[in-house]
């Protein structure tokens, strides 16, 4: 059974930063693109930003590109998501989640993972 857990969120004030971590349990991590999604409230889960296997590849949804990176290290099974001039639009729960195996949906599409973690909430203020 796969564990993916989420850390580094928190309060913050509009225009700073804060550095999400995903840490995943098992020994296959760097066979598996990973992502990032969020979900505000009352709206739905919504992706922001995937990466390939080895790393070659990063994915981001339009409103965080040039502000959002994310990056993994295989050797430490982990995921990152920095986020800097934060806004009060990026509100939300934060989830990673890894992509399954054999996928034909597509690396933005929430049904292509098959492991999510619990979230951790990012709040930005005005």
């Known amino acids: 059974q796969v564990q993916l857990v989420e850390s580094g969120g928190g309060l913050v004030q509009a225009g700073g930063s804060l550095r999400l971590s995903c840490a995943a349990s098992?020994?296959?991590?760097?066979?598996?693109?990973m992502g990032w999604f969020r979900q505000a409230p009352g709206k739905e889960r919504e992706f922001v930003a995937a990466?390939?296997?080895?790393?070659?590849?990063?994915y981001y949804t339009d409103s965080v590109k040039d502000r959002f990176t994310i990056s993994r290290d295989n050797a430490k099974n982990t995921v990152y998501l920095q986020m800097n001039s934060l806004k009060p639009e990026d509100t939300a729960v934060y989830y990673c989640?890894?992509?399954?195996?054999?996928?034909?949906?597509?690396?933005?599409?929430?049904?292509?993972?098959?492991?999510w973690g619990q979230g951790t909430q990012v709040t930005v203020s005005s």
């Open positions: 989640a890894r992509q399954r195996e054999i996928d034909g949906l597509g690396i933005r599409i929430s049904k292509s993972y098959d492991y």
């Open positions: 098992g020994r296959t991590f760097s066979s598996y693109a």
């Open positions: 990466i390939s296997r080895i790393a070659g590849s990063t």
